[in-house]
């Protein structure tokens, strides 16, 4: 337990003449990462490049179609990438469709399950931020108490760590009034020591050019179903009727972009909506 390496005695093939092993010959060291799961991960990501390639083109994807830096966008990118790391999981054979459950009477809640079952996971698109391990209304939450992924390109891919096992790295977690932090650098230095903990991937930063809203795409689905809103469905006909060369609802969307990113002031977000309107 702890962060020292388990060390494994080798012998020799051929037992003394008193039935036990030979003389010792040699003493290596194996440095799990602690998990089971993870190791098998790790092993199979490595062996398989297919699989690799889509785990790393899913997190591309994804940063070219949702803009973390939108506060309602980032939990929906958080919960993709939890779900990649899940397909992924049970691409490798680590988790299973549990038993009891038909194809008919089954939903994907209990492959969720079984994933959260074994990590916490915690991706950023972020350059520079800390992870936040925890949030809490009147506190700082839980705090790094599971074994969790991290995700991040300065992480150089799937970062592993279990606050059991990797205490120096657990004792490292900075508890703030309304959060617990594990800063950047640290995780790093964790998986430099551990390579074991480590899955190599690529994986992309925010580009901040991704427009897709996850509120208004499911309020479109849900309003515009024909026939069941026929007032309410009337602002987004009207906008495909008048939108020429391109989506209105897009063209806005690219605005607020540039405000969130401080490019254009809000009085100037909304004359530029007014223009396109």
């Known amino acids: 337990m702890g962060d020292k390496p388990e060390i494994v005695q080798l012998f020799d ?6 039935g036990r092993p030979a003389q010792k010959s ?8 602690g998990s089971a799961a993870f190791d098998k991960l790790r092993d199979y990501l490595q062996h398989d490049r297919a699989v690799r390639v889509e785990v790393e083109n899913a997190f591309a994807a994804l940063t070219e179609r949702i803009n973390v830096s939108d506060r309602g966008s980032r939990f929906v990118a958080g919960k993709t990438g939890e779900w990649i790391i899940a397909a992924a999981l049970y691409s490798a054979g680590v988790i299973a469709i549990p038993e009891g459950h038909n194809v008919d009477g089954f939903d994907l809640s209990g492959v969720e399950a079984a994933a959260k079952g074994l990590f916490s996971v915690k ?4 350059p520079t931020s800390a992870f936040r391990i925890s949030n809490g209304i009147n506190g700082s939450g839980r705090g790094f108490v599971e074994p969790t992924i991290f995700v991040h390109q300065r992480l150089g891919g799937l970062a592993f760590a279990d606050p059991v096992e990797h205490v120096s790295l657990a ?5 703030k009034p309304d959060a617990v932090l594990l800063g950047m650098a640290h995780i790093k230095e964790h998986v430099e020591a551990h390579p074991e903990c480590l899955i190599p991937l690529a994986v992309p930063l925010n580009k901040g050019r991704g427009t897709y809203d996850p509120a208004m795409e499911f309020t479109k689905s849900l309003l515009t179903q024909e026939g069941v809103y026929p007032n309410l469905s009337r602002v987004f006909e009207d906008v495909r009727k008048k939108s020429a ?4 609802v897009e063209g806005i969307l690219q605005l607020r972009l ?3 990113e401080g490019a254009l ?4 977000f909304k004359r530029a909506v007014d223009i396109l309107l």
């Open 13 to 18: 093939l051929e037992p003394g003449r008193d």
């Open 258 to 260: 540039l405000m969130d």
């Open 265 to 268: 002031t809000e009085e100037q």
């Open 123 to 126: 991706c950023s698109f972020s």
């Open 171 to 175: 004792a490292k977690a900075q508890k």
């Open 245 to 248: 060369g391109g989506s209105i």
């Open 26 to 33: 040699s003493e290596v060291r194996r440095s799990p990462s």
